[in-house]
């Protein structure tokens, strides 16, 4: 959308809404557009264009934090939140076949209750996201720690429907477990954070609920020694589910946890706890509560900065940012993946340019700033690989509606 | 083309390393045998370096360009229908780096799949994917396909494994996705060029994850009178949520082909069917694994169980398995590999109506399959000397891609859409989902040079259902669309 709009937010959301019948709702202090079905989503999006109007697809809003329009805007450049919680809904659950498919604006809360009573759960532990939307999830692009046993959630996601901004309502893959019809466009829309198109529906796969499960939590000096004991713990124990350092009001504990079998558990975690040494705390019936806790830590509620490494520097990558970091920044680790959450210095969006990312350059990625407007750190986060990005996103969004959401990450949950 | 561009490329890999005229026959088609065709050259670099070479001078040609591997495809994805210059991976076959902390590995393209878990072994590690054809397909192939094979039924496919790749596009521009991190810093391009079938480059290098050696494996055969009885034993395993890693069903055309040949395995010659389970990872997790799938056999009836005595009669029974397609041979010249993927709650009822469809037409059917995914194959032997069986195999396997679809299954599981499924797209898909799959196409290959009339059909849905007209490159091999 090259063209800024001369009229208020305010008179483009109402405009918006007259011409396409859709409501107006409020969604976490803002005024939203919640179509209720994808003929009024199709004519949202068809004014959108007429009226050069930017949408923002914000899910349930979770994620907007300091991407809030009202709070922190371009001038002359304000995108109209879009949110279809509206369109909420199981559509097909069939026991045995070990999937799901949901209408987008489905509570994650209301999917881990639909699957449970089949003795299944959903491919990613995301507490935190419990009053998230299935849309959001899946367009910014979040796994939970139990990656390290399941994979990355985007790795379970078996076809979508869309809609593109033109009205363009389209589907690929599938509701099967395994399928290779067609290209991949859902694992494209997968983390896409609603630049592509605008999720409808999902379908994912689901795993097995465990017999058991079991958890520790180790206390730790500090986040470098806490690694090199979770690499060690990794290497001694191909089976662990979950392996997360935190650091929370300076106090570093190592956490991870098992799943599955009830006896292969139980002689893993004896295994385990050899291996640490120390004096861990050693959760059983309360392993369920202790992997919800550290993963809550990680739910990027208050982090401002992604960064990855490679496993085998991320030891002194962490040493190097404790240096750095005031002893009140909060940090989580998932350490199979070598992902670093790094927390917020004061609360002003304009002062979270960290010091201290200059000296990582090489060695890790800055992935993305979370909940910041990424355009202001633009030199700061990794350049694009090639021009794929751009070209995929004029051939799908070729007027710039949904594009504007590109300016501003980690949005649509 | 003319010989001064041929030139050119000679130059740059070198003159053995540019086949042309009658040298090029073996490479008229992979292993979907019905469609041929003759580009103008084939051409094997070396290496990125000399990849984007050789398509920044065919980009000035603006030839069509066929990536390939190994050429075991089994829907002709790899087949110059349309002329033009084939890309082969043949000489990439270098295993760069293992890297036991991160788990993954980084190779190129034209590795032998089971290659890389021969080098792997020493670090604890192997690489999960296992189509039927790892002794002889590359990686690359692998990437293009999306492949799976029976050990994804725990692992998943190739795309689960794949953390990054390099890939070098129509015009010589590199795509380098090889980071080492878990998640893509931006769009999930890996994503998206894994399973897209050479549609958008020459993928050149590839960094794998790779899997921890299991402390224990468990395989179990379980024999029955029925296939029926087979499938009902996997719908009911699958919904216990079984913990095993491959659930695979041979039929008794299979197993007496197979039984017949190099790869016999000691399958019980007058079985209706044989159930292979494997179980790995923990011995007590394993343990238990195999005790359901026993209870499982005998509830459904099976007349014999027994587990892998060791490690030697394991491989002998993988080996029948995996030996299943070859040793089809025996039974006619040329196998119609089918490929679906039935809900797996309705196992038994589509493999009975596959059955049905072949018994009508008077074929020889053989089923082999990665039953625990729903993933079929039901083989059809014929003579393609034979012009009504081929049109009768070629009828019996879009009768059963149909019942797959109409009951909620899917076109295909793993070796994807090619030449062979491209119209039967128009089956799962509407005119608009195959829209949006152009436009992705032609915002990264507007000329369309790469991999030209495969996957997408070119018309309208409609008009591909018009039976006035030459529905794919199958029924028009010169595949002037």
Request: with cysteine; proline share 6%.
């Amino acid at each position: 959308m090259t063209t800024p709009s001369a009229k208020s937010p305010a008179e483009c959301a109402l405009l918006l809404s007259q011409a396409s019948g859709c409501a107006l709702g409020e969604t976490r202090g803002l005024t939203c557009l919640e179509p209720r079905d994808p003929a009024q989503l199709a004519a949202v999006l068809k004014k959108a264009r007429q009226e050069n109007t930017p949408l923002l697809p914000i899910g349930s809003g979770s994620q907007l934090a300091w991407c809030r329009p009202d709070v922190f805007n371009t001038q002359g450049f304000t995108p109209i939140p879009i949110s279809l919680i509206q369109l909420s809904g199981i559509i097909e659950q069939i026991p045995g076949e070990g999937t799901i498919t949901a209408q987008a604006g489905t509570p994650w809360r209301d999917l881990i209750s639909a699957v449970a009573p089949s003795g299944e759960r959903l491919p990613a532990d995301l507490p935190a996201a419990e009053t998230s939307t299935l849309g959001g999830v899946l367009g910014s692009g979040r796994s939970g720690p139990d990656r390290m046993k399941y994979g990355p959630l985007r790795h379970h996601v078996l076809g979508m429907q869309v809609m593109l901004s033109d009205g363009t309502l389209a589907k690929s893959g599938g509701r099967q477990v395994k399928n290779v019809t067609g290209f991949d466009l859902h694992r494209l829309y997968t983390g896409s954070r609603g630049t592509l198109a605008i999720i409808l529906e999902a379908s994912l796969r689901l795993m097995a609920e465990p017999q058991r499960e079991w958890g520790f939590s180790l206390p730790v000096a500090d986040c470098a020694e806490g690694f090199v004991k979770a690499l060690g713990v990794k290497q001694a124990m191909p089976r662990l589910t979950w392996l997360v350092l935190t650091r929370v009001e300076s106090k570093v504990l190592l956490r991870g946890g098992l799943a599955g079998c009830a006896s292969q558990v139980g002689a893993d975690q004896k295994q385990i706890l050899a291996t640490l040494g120390g004096s861990p705390e050693s959760f059983d019936l309360e392993a369920n509560r202790q992997r919800r806790d550290a993963t809550e830590a990680g739910s990027e509620a208050l982090f401002a900065w992604d960064i990855q490494s490679p496993l085998r520097q991320c030891s002194t990558l962490l040493g190097e940012l404790e240096a750095q970091l005031p002893a009140s920044t909060n940090l989580w680790v998932d350490c199979s993946a070598g992902r670093v959450l790094v927390g917020l210095d004061g609360n002003d969006p304009a002062r979270v340019r960290p010091s201290w990312a200059e000296s990582i350059a090489g060695r890790a990625a800055l992935i993305r700033p979370l909940r910041v407007r990424a355009d202001l750190h633009a030199d700061l986060s990794p350049s694009d690989p090639s021009t794929w990005t751009t070209r995929l996103t004029q051939g799908l969004d070729p007027a710039g509606v949904l594009g504007a959401a590109a300016s501003c990450t980690g949005r649509q949950s | 083309m003319t010989e001064a561009w041929i030139d050119e490329l000679r130059n740059i890999v070198g003159p053995r390393n540019v086949i042309t005229g009658s040298d090029s026959l073996a490479w008229e088609s992979d292993g979907f045998s019905l469609v041929r065709g003759q580009g103008m050259a084939i051409v094997l670099p070396l290496d990125t370096s000399e990849t984007v070479r050789v398509m920044q001078l065919l980009a000035e040609e603006g030839v069509p360009l066929v990536p390939r591997g190994a050429g075991t495809g089994l829907t002709g994805g790899a087949s110059p229908v349309q002329g033009g210059v084939t890309i082969g991976t043949a000489r990439m076959r270098k295993i760069f780096s293992i890297d036991p902390i991160e788990r993954t590995a980084h190779v190129q393209a034209g590795v032998v799949n089971s290659d890389l878990s021969l080098a792997a072994k020493p670090h604890g590690l192997f690489y999960a994917p296992d189509p039927s054809s790892q002794a002889a397909c590359t990686l690359g192939g692998n990437v293009a396909n999306n492949s799976g094979g029976p050990h994804c039924f725990m692992h998943g496919a190739t795309t689960r494994h794949v953390r990054g790749l390099k890939l070098v596009d129509a015009q010589g521009e590199v795509l380098d996705l090889l980071s080492s991190h878990a998640d893509p810093a931006g769009l999930d391009l890996v994503g998206l060029i894994n399973g897209s079938e050479g549609m958008f480059g020459v993928v050149t290098e590839i960094n794998f994850r790779l899997e921890v050696l299991p402390e224990e494996v468990q395989t179990v055969i379980a024999v029955f009178s029925s296939l029926d009885a087979a499938c009902d034993c996997v719908s009911e395993a699958i919904a216990a949520h079984i913990g095993a890693s491959a659930i695979e069903i041979l039929d008794k055309l299979t197993i007496t082909a197979v039984e017949d040949s190099v790869f016999a395995a000691g399958y019980p010659r007058g079985a209706e069917a044989v159930l292979l389970v494997e179980a790995e990872g923990g011995a007590l997790e394993v343990q238990e694994t195999i005790d359901l799938v026993l209870q499982l056999a005998n509830k459904h009836e099976a007349i014999e169980t027994r587990r892998a005595s060791d490690g030697a009669e394991r491989a002998r029974l993988w080996a029948g398995r995996k030996g299943a397609f070859g040793a089809m041979g025996r039974v006619a010249p040329d196998l119609y590999v089918a490929d679906v993927v039935a809900p797996r709650t309705r196992l038994r009822e589509i493999v009975h109506l596959a059955v049905e469809i072949a018994a009508e037409r008077n074929l020889r059917l053989g089923n082999v399959f990665h039953a625990g995914d729903g993933n079929l194959h039901p083989n059809i032997a014929y003579d393609r000397r034979d012009e009504d069986e081929v049109r009768r195999v070629l009828e019996a396997g879009r009768l059963i891609m149909e019942a797959c679809i109409e009951r909620g299954g899917s076109l295909t599981g793993e070796h994807g859409v090619g030449l062979e499924k491209m119209t039967h797209m128009c089956d799962l898909f509407d005119d608009a989902d195959l829209s949006v799959m152009h436009r992705v196409r032609d915002a990264l290959d507007p000329k369309r040079r790469m991999n030209p009339t495969k996957v997408l059909p070119l018309r309208a849905c409609r008009e591909v259902r018009n039976a006035g007209m030459p529905l794919s490159p199958m029924e028009n091999p010169e595949g002037k669309l």
